[in-house]
């Protein structure tokens, strides 16, 4: 079954970064044009080889109009429509040579959009202030979902659905942002929105569980070994830190100073984090 919808539904949403809004004709948000051809190169490949364009053109009462039949392919089989007019002032008292190549651009712009390029601009959603916004935020998403390699994506998978609190904390440490200390958001969410379709709730509240449950456990040793120091239990320290290396450099943020002291004079580097 074929979905009419199919390539309206790839390229109907626009990247707020290449649009600017213009106060003429009662205001109106304009797309970058060259931004227009990089989307369909995107879709359809390379122009004149995926998608393309003719154009012919006339003169009348000092306009230029382009008459631009547009082609694509798709599935190995080539569409055309047309012709789209484009008109652009021409002032015949002096030469325009602006105004052909405006009113082919005005021409591929309604082409491109008859195809559902930057739809979400025509339908007017981008008068509406908050979906800009929203938006935005996901085209950062989008971008950092790009960035991921897939084999990236695959090993969170794995982790999510069947790895530790421990091992997933260990996986997303390469992913802090050293200058806030904090994991880079953009990314995490990435992790969310690469994952099965649908699940991306679902997924996001095993996500904050998986690291509940892991700090609530550091949290646990963290108490239980300082309250060993505070009774110079020597079994305890051992327990809780001795035979935990991999979590020193997570409980050490639980401890005094006099806490890593007392573990510096027993002979144990509290800052050994191997």
Known sequence: MSN?????????KTDPRHTKKVSQRGGFTAIDAHYQVQMATQEFGAVGTGWGYDC?????????????VFWYSTDGKQSRFGPIAGCSDFNTKRLDTDAPKKAMTDALTKAL?????????????????????????????????????????????????????????????????????????????????????????????????KLSDFWMSIQGYGESLR??????????????????PELKKYII??????????????????????
């Open 4 to 12: 009419n919808m199919s390539i309206w539904d790839k390229v109907c």
């Open 56 to 68: 012919e053109y006339e003169f009348h009462d000092g306009a230029v109009i382009c008459l631009l």
């Open 227 to 244: 309250a060993a120091i505070s009774n110079s239990d020597d079994q305890g320290i051992t327990e809780y830190w001795d035979d935990v």
């Open 253 to 274: 943020g639980s401890l005094t100073n006099d806490d890593q002291n007392y573990l510096k004079a027993r002979g144990v580097n509290a800052n050994n984090e191997t």
């Open 113 to 209: 959009s008859h195809l559902g390029f930057n739809a979400d601009v025509f339908l007017g959603k981008f008068d509406d202030n908050k979906y800009v916004a929203e938006r935005s935020s996901e085209v950062v998403s989008e971008e950092a979902i790009s960035s991921l390699r897939p084999e990236e994506i695959a090993t969170y998978n794995e982790i999510l659905d069947s790895g530790s609190g421990f091992q997933l904390v260990g996986f997303l440490n390469k992913y802090i942002d050293h200058q806030t200390g904090q994991y880079n958001l953009d990314i995490i969410e990435a992790f969310f929105s690469a994952g099965e379709k649908g699940a991306k709730t679902k997924r996001k509240k095993l996500h904050g569980q």
